[in-house]
């Protein structure tokens, strides 16, 4: 075995063991949630985990789904992120959906760009 694969290895039984349960990691039937992902990326860059907890279940809430973002007004998107601060990430996140609801019939692509 190679000393990478060990490596990957050690990390992934370690993740596994001690990961916190972080709402946007699994939904209720244990299966990955693209939408989370995407929403949990946006809300985390420069933000702390605790912060991001306190909003991120609200804020799928109000928006629970790509299309239910995309069509909302960027004032009720904005009013929903506030406390996260940075409210440009709010307005990518709120063009994204947009996007992908345009152009990938509300699909998420799971392709690297």
């Known amino acids: 075995m190679k000393r990478d694969d060990q490596i990957v290895r050690a ?3 370690w993740f596994r063991r001690k990961a916190r349960p972080l709402p946007w990691r699994r939904t209720r039937r244990g299966r990955r949630d693209p939408y ?3 929403v949990s990326e946006f809300m985390l860059q420069q ?3 605790s912060r991001v907890l ?11 789904t790509i299309d239910a ?11 929903a992120w ?6 440009r990430r709010a307005r990518l996140l ?3 959906a947009r996007v992908i609801r345009d152009e990938h019939a509300s699909k998420i692509p799971s392709d690297p760009a």
């Open 11 to 13: 990390l992934t039984s």
């Open 36 to 38: 989370r992902s995407l």
């Open 47 to 49: 933000t702390q985990v």
């Open 54 to 64: 306190e909003r991120f279940d609200s804020f799928l809430e109000r928006f629970p």
């Open 69 to 79: 973002l995309a069509d909302a007004s960027e004032s009720d998107v904005l009013a």
């Open 82 to 87: 506030s406390g996260l601060g940075y409210y």
């Open 94 to 96: 709120h063009r994204a």
